[in-house]
């Protein structure tokens, strides 16, 4: 049987990263967004030219904070686009999402433009409702539509699930990786019933954090 991870995709596509631009900061962990970007095109086949990539980032001047989106086709070109910068929410409310990821799906690793689960996700949120975190095939918890999700524990462990349950390496999730400031740790719905705290992130906005929506029929099930 093949590995999914490994069975070629046949749909055209681009590789994305999104972060945020602030005049006389630049932009926060530029180096692990190129870092995430070449490795994706290199297990993927894409063209990738560092120097042209660190040029398109330097180049990138404003006057006040924007959300920048930078992605990379097949063949190495570049496109950037550029919005103002998204209000920092005090508070996340978020729902399981119906749908469900595969651990093995072979671009669950890699930030893409073939998101049509996550789209349908988002577009299906409850009012007043900010996010979907789905679960995979082992109703393991993956990773939202936008953002990877960490819990602190009864015990003060602070988790985030692995790689291996189906989520994107996100590069805030990564840089708290780095520092310590989390591990990684296969989690449940019950986990997240039990936890002290949960908290959504992702790179443009940083960590916030967040609540389970009473609207989702698993807490009944769980609370």
């Known amino acids: 049987m093949e590995n999914p991870i490994c069975q070629p995709v046949e749909q055209d596509f681009r590789l994305i990263e999104t972060f945020g631009y ?3 900061q630049g932009i926060a962990r530029a180096t692990l967004h190129v870092q995430r970007l070449q490795a994706s095109a290199e297990e993927l086949g894409f063209e990738f030219d560092r120097r042209t990539v660190m040029q398109q980032l330097d180049n990138i001047a404003f006057q ?3 959300r920048c989106r930078l992605t990379l086709g097949r063949a190495g070109d570049l496109e950037l686009t550029t919005a103002p910068f998204p209000v920092k929410q005090p508070q996340m409310c978020f729902v399981i999402a119906e749908e469900r990821l595969e651990s093995g799906a072979a671009l669950l690793r890699h930030k ?3 998101r049509d689960r996550h789209d349908r996700a988002r577009a299906s949120l409850p009012v007043r409702v900010d996010e979907a975190v789905f679960l995979n095939e082992r109703d393991e918890v993956c990773e939202g539509t936008i953002t990877n999700i960490s819990i602190t524990t009864p015990d003060g462990d602070r988790l985030t ?3 291996s349950s189906g989520c994107l390496p996100g590069v805030y999730r ?3 990786l780095n520092k310590g400031l989390l591990n990684e740790a296969v989690l449940t719905l019950a986990d997240l019933n039990e936890a002290r705290s949960i908290n959504l992130v992702n790179s ?5 954090q967040a609540i389970w929506a009473p609207e989702c029929a698993e807490f009944i099930r769980f609370a």
């Open 64 to 66: 006040y904070p924007r």
């Open 22 to 24: 602030h005049p006389g």
């Open 112 to 114: 893409t433009t073939l």
């Open 174 to 176: 990564q840089s708290r």
């Open 204 to 208: 443009l906005r940083g960590s916030t």
């Open 161 to 163: 699930p692995p790689l």
